[in-house]
Nanobody
Framework: QVQLVESGGGLVQPGGSLRLSCVAS????????MGWYRQAPGKQREQREL??????????NYANDVKGRFTISRDNAKNTVYLQMDSLTPEDTAVYYC???????????????WGQGTQVSVSS
């Protein structure tokens, strides 16, 4: 079993910055794509939106409204994915969820895991 632990959320003023981290821990696995999703207030789980993702070879993909403001990165040795968020606006307020797709040693089956979520609030 793999666990994802997120950190770095909080309350920040418009224009401020936050850095989210998500660490995957467990035994005998390899991470593939890692990403961040967010669920805005009043939205259901099915309405989570992709914020950014990064593949195991470093290719990145961003939602249009965060391009140029957010940067996703990963440290494969630490099984950790980061999301640097700059120039935050109230519209970025949401619960941010880490998602990791991984495979266990000896298999090619991808399994998706979600973190518990971390609240990001942008307000003056």
């Amino acid at each position: 079993q793999v666990q994802l632990v997120e950190s770095g959320g909080g309350l920040v003023q418009p224009g401020g910055s936050l850095r989210l981290s998500c660490v995957a821990s467990g035994n005998a696995f390899r991470t593939h794509a890692m990403g961040w999703y967010r669920q805005a207030p009043g939205k259901q789980r099915e309405q989570r939106e992709l914020v950014a993702e990064i593949t195991d070879n470093g290719s990145t993909n961003y939602a249009n409204d965060v391009k140029g403001r957010f940067t996703i990165s990963r440290d494969n040795a630490k099984n950790t994915v980061y999301l640097q968020m700059d120039s935050l606006t109230p519209e970025d307020t949401a619960v941010y969820y880490c998602n990791v797709r991984l495979s266990y040693s000896g298999t090619l089956i991808l399994v998706s895991y979600w973190g518990q979520g971390t609240q990001v609030s942008v307000s003056s």
